[in-house]
């Protein structure tokens, strides 16, 4: 009787086990799925608010790795120049008026509306996430991520995957407390070449801001190989001329 | 012409001057207002997102401008020292108003390896003393070669941005001081040779960064520096490890006092982020004078520190906290000095029409002591809230100067609003509060008033 309960056991223990090890496993496909390793891309990032008003803003970003993305604004005007590094949780933003990089943090938002930095400059989600639980249903998963560490943006995120595409199509993201604090909805697959198929249109929307929404639209995703020097401070000035 | 006409002369040039004033705040207002009714009222529509991104394709060439316009309104503290040192005779009018009108332009060519750069800023301005004035400024201009990520070189005018602090850089050992009322602003660069040259690394230390800087000074180039001709060299080694970002900086002349610094910054969070500065300087210099007007030379090496940190609040609001030991300002005593002899200067003049002791302090005011940060240990300490009340792109502020040697300081509420592409409204008023002899206490305003548009394109 003792035998069998603890062959219960053990079969029981390596099975949890070997869940929160597909889950992980899976999260990195659904990284590798969304980018590249190394890679460039233009994004247009757009606040609507309540009263369907828009302010629009264009990116240029070059990724490398799991947790390196340097970015430079192109327009509008107003915002010309600036531009963002992010090596794991280190964030900062150069202004062209201010001449150097100050940091910043994942929290804040250089743009304004719902996307914060750490979703304009997103990381691969196993850098900042551990698979706590994947849970199964009709054709997707539901993983149930934990942050790494405190210094991560959401404590907890939720995130529906589309299982035979290995894409995520919701994410949800919630503070320490337990709120929700944003929703981001993946739409558009499109087919960007080089064996690049991925949503285009990311939305989101945030009990916070009731009403208002913000989409990061994206165009020219293409695999780059850039070198380590492109993610430092003495590089953020010159990002525009990778282009 | 429409100017011209408005600035033809006294009275009625003045009564225009006021209703030009008048429209100028309308005309901010109005704007700012609607902005906010069309946010109120609009019905909702559907979403029609452009999918099309045209800066895909890069020119070579590159304009940006950015069109200010700056209405300010000064109310005159007729008691204080520095009121009475400019204006010992008093002043008819309590206010002071001054319009402003400011383009800066910048352009750029690249070609391949090869980048040209220029930012210049024309201003053109109007007040109750002046009739038209304006200025032309070449902020920077310089050739920049970089023939490969890691290594980069700089020749020209070039503004040089060290330090991590936001309201005080004292490791900033090649550009001018910062305007704490807009530590933001762009500022003019000095003439000089930099480079580049960056090192990536696995392991703790993950980047390292050498910038050398070599400036020359004569009578013709960087004159700020010195009349005597010399080469001014320097430079800055910078460290990312253990997330933390840490550079060591120095400068080495002749006549140009040496100087040592390094700074440093780190997020301890993700809404926390603490930095510091250190920096001395070698055999520097302070002039001082007593109260009878004799001026002394005192050198030391000094030391300038640096500490602060920036938080956002869960409910989005961004707190910057910095404490500033300036080792070359001023003690209270010394402070007491000057201000005992603006103060005997203006009995002199009232008693006997007798300008020297003021002619004496205005000049010493204007080389030394008339400036901002002028003592020894400041507090400063700005709070934005970002888009309270759920209105995108307000953002309100309010900024707090305090000199803890002798208790005075400066509150600056203000309110930023972004309602269209490209436009930004600005109306900001600084209030001074100190005692008699104090730094805040004898500024010449006890308020000013400043809205700005700006207009991006």
Redo the contacts between chains.
């Keep these: 009787m003792k035998k069998s309960l603890l062959l219960l056991f053990l079969c029981q223990f390596l099975a949890v086990s070997a869940v929160a090890v597909d889950g992980n496993e899976m999260l990195q496909k659904v990284d590798r799925n969304l980018n590249p390793e190394s890679y460039e891309m ?1 994004r ?1 990032l ?8 828009k ?2 803003f ?1 990116m ?1 970003s070059v990724k490398k790795g799991k947790d390196k993305i340097a970015s430079v604004f ?5 915002e ?2 600036r531009g963002t590094l992010r ?5 900062w933003l150069y ?6 990089p ?8 250089i743009t ?2 719902v996307f914060n930095n ?1 979703d304009i400059m997103r990381v691969d989600y196993s850098a900042e996430y551990n698979c706590e639980k994947a849970e199964p249903s009709d054709n997707e998963y539901i993983l149930y991520l934990k942050a790494k560490t ?4 959401y404590d907890r995120v939720k995130m529906w995957v589309d299982y035979n595409k290995l894409l995520p199509f919701k994410i949800e993201c919630f503070a320490s407390s337990g709120m929700l604090i944003k929703t981001l909805y993946f739409n558009k697959i499109k087919d960007f070449g080089g064996g690049i198929v991925r949503p ?2 990311i939305e989101t929307d945030s009990p916070l ?5 913000s ?1 990061i ?1 994206f ?2 995703v293409e695999k780059k190989d850039l ?9 953020m000035s ?1 990002i525009e ?3 | 012409m429409f100017f011209k006409r408005y600035l033809q002369t006294d009275y009625i040039s003045r009564r225009k001057s006021f209703h030009f004033r008048i429209w100028l705040l309308l005309l901010f207002l109005s704007i700012s207002f609607s902005g906010y009714l069309r946010a109120e009222d609009k019905t909702s529509e559907t979403l029609d997102l452009d999918f099309e991104i045209p800066e895909v394709e890069k020119k070579p060439y590159e304009f940006l401008a950015e069109l200010e316009i700056l209405e300010t309104v000064k109310g005159l503290d007729n008691d204080s020292l520095l009121f009475l040192q400019k204006y010992p005779g008093g002043r008819d009018e309590e206010t002071f108003f001054q319009t402003d009108l400011n383009l800066k332009v910048e352009g750029s060519y690249q070609a391949q390896t090869l980048k040209l750069y220029a930012r210049l800023n024309g201003s053109f301005w109007y007040n109750d003393e002046e009739d038209w004035e304006n200025d032309l400024q070449t902020e920077e201009a310089y050739l920049s070669i970089q023939p490969s990520p890691s290594v980069a070189f700089d020749v020209g005018k070039k503004v040089l941005k060290w330090g991590k602090g936001y309201a005080w850089n004292p490791a900033a050992f090649f550009s001018r001081p910062k305007d704490l009322d807009d530590p933001d602003a762009t500022l003019e660069g000095y003439f000089s040779a930099s480079g580049d040259l960056i090192k990536s690394m696995d392991g703790p230390l993950k980047t390292m960064a050498l910038t050398p800087v070599i400036l020359p000074v004569s009578s013709h180039i960087n004159d700020e520096w010195g009349a005597e001709k010399e080469i001014v060299w320097g430079g800055k080694i910078y460290f990312f490890t253990w997330d933390t970002d840490l550079d060591v900086m120095f400068l080495f002349g002749e006549e140009v006092k040496d100087r040592l610094g390094f700074d440093f910054s780190k997020n301890i969070s993700s809404n926390f982020e603490i930095h510091g500065e250190a920096a001395v300087v070698f055999d520097h210099v302070k002039y001082i004078t007593d109260k009878d007007g004799n001026l002394y030379e005192e050198k030391n090496n000094v030391l300038n520190l640096l500490a602060g940190m920036r938080y956002q609040t869960s409910r989005n609001a961004t707190i910057i906290f910095e404490y500033y030991r300036n080792g070359q300002g001023y003690n209270s005593d010394e402070i007491k000095d000057y201000f005992d002899l603006v103060e005997a200067g203006y009995q002199d003049y009232t008693s006997s029409g007798n300008m020297a002791k003021l002619a004496i302090s205005r000049e010493y005011g204007s080389q030394f002591y008339n400036k901002q940060t002028v003592m020894r240990d400041y507090l400063y300490l700005k709070v934005t809230q970002k888009e309270p009340f759920d209105i995108l792109y307000f953002t309100p502020a309010a900024t707090c100067i305090f000199n803890i040697n002798d208790k005075s300081a400066s509150l600056t509420p203000q309110i930023t609003y972004a309602p269209i592409t490209n436009l930004e409204l600005d109306l900001k008023a600084t209030f001074s509060f100190g005692k008699e002899h104090t730094e805040y206490g004898e500024k010449m305003n006890d308020y000013k008033i400043v809205a700005a548009a700006r207009y991006y394109f």
């Excluded at chain 1, 202004?95 to 150097?100: D, E, F, L, Q, Y």
């Excluded at chain 1, 405190?150 to 943006?153: C, E, G, L, P, T």
């Design positions: 233009y247009k757009i606040n609507i608010e309540p009263d369907g008003s302010k629009e264009i240029y192109l327009s509008p005007a107003s010309k120049g090596v794991g949780e280190n964030m202004i062209p008026n201010v001449g150097k100050i940091r910043i943090t994942s929290l804040q938002s304004g509306g750490s405190k210094s991560v943006a285009a249109v801001y009731k009403g208002y929404r989409v639209i165009a020219k070198p380590d020097e492109v993610f430092t401070l003495n590089y010159k001329s990778l282009r």
